[in-house]
């Protein structure tokens, strides 16, 4: 693929498929390309900005067998292995938005050091993550809680889950609803990606 439009109504309709194989294969041939090229477009910016090599994975979706993806993403992170047991960045589609996030989920060790990070920083992270960002502790979730709503409390009680809860998992990021007109301009897109990725780094930076 030699030119990325960024993302349109078909891209996010890919979503309503019905079936689990005629899902994959729209999200193959739909969207799996433009991820691939957000991937290797996006990986040598935040290589910069992490101080490390950077390595793209789009989702694969292969432990799926019945039921059909209702997201899709790549993920960066610092090994070329995986990114599953990494803090790592990640630009993704639901049916209704385009997501930009920084996320350790569930199988990560790193959960312990950023819910230390999270539970002794609660007040600084409140004031500085932008309001229009969002957190999520599910990223099966695709409405997650504004930034402007969640208070140091709150954060000290994700923490908490973080830590004692074996499948908790916690993003924060910025979602870009369908509809905006940034999703059509490929470098306004890739620009507003990079920029959320360096708001987001104190936070991937504080999860080691």
């Known amino acids: 693929?030699?030119?990325?439009?960024?993302?349109?109504?078909?891209?996010?309709?890919?979503?309503?498929?019905?079936?689990?194989?005629?899902?994959?294969?729209?999200?193959?041939?739909?969207?799996?390309?433009?991820?691939?090229f957000l991937g290797e477009t996006l990986a040598p910016y935040l290589s910069a900005i992490c101080g490390e090599e950077m390595y793209p994975h789009v989702a694969k979706h292969a432990r799926r067998t019945v039921n059909p993806p209702i997201d899709t993403w790549v993920a960066l992170a610092s090994s070329k292995r995986g990114y599953k047991a990494l803090p790592h960045f990640e630009v993704g589609l639901f049916s209704t938005h385009l997501f930009i996030i920084f996320a350790v989920i569930y199988e990560s060790p790193n959960k312990l050091v950023f819910a230390d990070f999270l539970d002794k920083h609660a007040a600084k992270v409140k004031a500085t993550v932008p309001d229009h960002f969002f957190w999520s502790m599910d990223h099966f979730n695709p409405v997650g809680t504004p930034q402007a709503e969640v208070t140091p409390?709150?954060?000290?009680?994700?923490?908490?889950?973080?830590?004692?809860?074996?499948?908790?998992?916690?993003?924060?990021?910025?979602?870009?609803?369908?509809?905006?007109?940034v999703l059509l301009d490929s470098d306004k897109l890739i620009a507003k990606i990079e920029e959320t990725f360096t708001t987001l780094l104190p936070l991937y930076k504080a999860s080691f």
């Open 153 to 181: 409390a709150e954060l000290k009680k994700m923490a908490e889950r973080l830590k004692n809860v074996k499948k908790a998992e916690v993003m924060c990021g910025l979602r870009i609803e369908r509809d905006d007109p």
């Open 1 to 36: 693929m030699t030119t990325f439009n960024g993302f349109n109504a078909q891209d996010f309709d890919v979503f309503h498929v019905p079936g689990l194989e005629p899902r994959m294969e729209a999200i193959i041939h739909q969207v799996r390309p433009k991820l691939e």
